[in-house]
């Protein structure tokens, strides 16, 4: 099966500052990638995905780049603000019904 | 778009009690919906996968018979945690996916926490 391993486990930045969360996965047949956010209490909530077919992916402060080839995935927080501060999950899978989790990154921005 | 609610967001009760977790998808018709389980610091660990009409699908080494999944309506899964005790407490997630095809986001609930005394 799918396996996602998630670098750093922890992240802390100054506010306004880039974050970048990286992701690996070991089967090459997937080909769906979101990540998502979860505020202390709260669900995940998705904020960007990306499909194989497509290199990168941007929306707003937030891209996604996908190196197939290689089999990682990274997400960009750009002019970070301490409302980023959450946990970030990774996900990959052949579709988003069959989707492994990554195993999260507490990212702090600090003021 | 795409909401997902969940209910109770909260439940403490004795060893020995059944306790359901109800899943809504309030703006669209989910297909499928998941059920998670997330320990503190934890990943997601998908539990079940249910489709509407049919039997749920177990992840292997859940208990079937201890997570009762209901999907009787294209809006409603329900997981029921059977004679709960003390190692099912836990923070239970599900999410649900719009549409029949494979290409449309899970959209997750905002999780219910169980605490079992």
């Known amino acids: 099966g799918e396996n996602v391993e998630q670098h750093p486990s922890t992240l802390s930045v100054q506010e306004g500052d880039s974050a970048v969360i990286k992701c690996t996965y070991s089967?090459?047949?997937?080909?769906?990638f979101p990540w998502y956010k979860q505020e202390l209490g709260k669900g995940p909530q998705l904020i960007i995905d990306i499909r194989s077919n497509v290199g990168e992916k941007k929306d707003q402060r937030i891209a996604v780049t996908l190196n197939k080839t290689a089999k990682h995935f990274s997400l960009h927080i750009t002019e970070t603000q301490p409302e980023d501060s959450a946990v970030y999950f990774c996900a990959a899978g052949g579709s988003a019904r069959q989707l492994t989790f990554g195993s999260g990154t507490q990212l702090t921005v600090l003021p | 778009g795409a909401v997902v609610s969940q209910h109770p967001s909260w439940v403490i009760c004795k060893s020995g009690t059944s306790v359901k977790i109800e899943c809504r998808s309030l703006?669209?018709?989910?297909?499928?919906m998941f059920w998670y389980r997330q320990f503190p610091k934890q990943s997601l660990m998908l539990m079940a996968t249910s489709n509407e009409g049919s039997k749920a699908t177990y992840e292997q080494g859940v208990e079937k018979d201890k997570f009762l999944i209901n999907h009787a309506s294209l809006t409603l899964s329900t997981l029921t945690v059977t004679s709960a005790h003390p190692e099912d407490s836990s923070f239970y997630i599900c999410?649900?996916?719009?549409?029949?095809?494979?290409?449309?986001?899970?959209?997750f609930g905002d999780g219910t926490r169980l605490s079992i005394l």
């Open positions: 703006d669209f018709q989910a297909t499928t």
């Open positions: 089967d090459s047949a997937s080909n769906y």
């Open positions: 999410s649900a996916t719009p549409g029949r095809v494979g290409n449309q986001p899970q959209h």
